[in-house]
């Protein structure tokens, strides 16, 4: 887990980043914690990094939020491990209209990973996950090297894609992004699971909020 979320540190690094004020940055509850780490950067609206601790459990999970005015698409990443088995681990650069072209370099990549144990979508993903999505359950130790293989390779050719943006002042290509970033968001949110998780230390009105508002939010328009 802590070598994922070097992968996803060093990503960032390479950003002119700056810190987004956050009241959630540290969460404790019974032996539930929970660190959110927030930035942003010219062509990204936020930066999110969740880790989350409890007992055996632990998660990370972290989305690249682009700024609607950037051709830039979504990058995603989540592992789940229970104990030294990591049940779920999933990455992706998520389709935004206009951004297909990334596709040339991610089929590549993906093409060359190939993983035991596959594990399916749910239906709520199907529409916001690309032809090129992992989503896996690895119990060998050298696949969970490959995984951190493929998210860093994932990874790098989506911040080429964020250095390499410039602003775009076509207010119909914006607002077709902005719609598609809305989408993945409400997708996200139809996951039972995170709020069946959240909802084991917090009551429901809390954790629909923490989803809505802090791992799914939508972007404004400006």
């Avoid at 700056?18 to 930035?39: A, F, H, R, S």
């Avoid at 896996?136 to 490959?146: D, F, G, M, N």
Wanted: with cysteine; charged share 30%.
């Amino acid at each position: 887990m802590r070598e994922l979320v070097n992968v996803i540190r060093n990503g960032w690094e390479s950003l002119d980043v700056e810190p987004l004020e956050t009241q959630l940055g540290k969460i404790e509850k019974d032996d539930l914690t929970i660190n959110n780490e927030m930035y942003k950067c010219k062509g990204l609206r936020k930066i999110h990094l969740e880790t989350a601790t409890a007992g055996k459990l632990n998660i990370v999970h972290t989305v690249f939020w682009p700024d609607p005015n950037y051709n830039i698409p979504i990058f995603g990443c989540d592992i789940v491990s229970v104990g030294n088995i990591i049940t779920a681990a999933i990455v992706d650069i998520s389709p935004i209209r206009g951004c297909e072209d990334i596709y040339d370099e991610i089929s590549v990549v993906s093409n060359s990973f190939q993983f035991s144990e596959r594990r399916p979508l749910p239906l709520w993903a199907d529409e916001i996950f690309s032809p090129f999505c992992k989503f896996v359950k690895l119990t060998q130790p050298a696949e969970k090297i490959e995984f951190l293989r493929i998210t860093k390779e994932y990874l790098d050719i989506f911040i080429k894609r964020v250095k390499e943006s410039k602003y775009d002042e076509t207010w119909v290509r914006t607002m077709l992004r902005y719609d598609d970033q809305i989408w993945y968001a409400k997708q996200q949110r139809k996951n039972k699971k995170t709020l069946a998780v959240l909802s084991k230390w917090f009551d429901d009105d809390w954790a629909s909020t923490y989803i809505d508002e802090v791992l799914f939010d939508v972007p404004k328009i400006h």
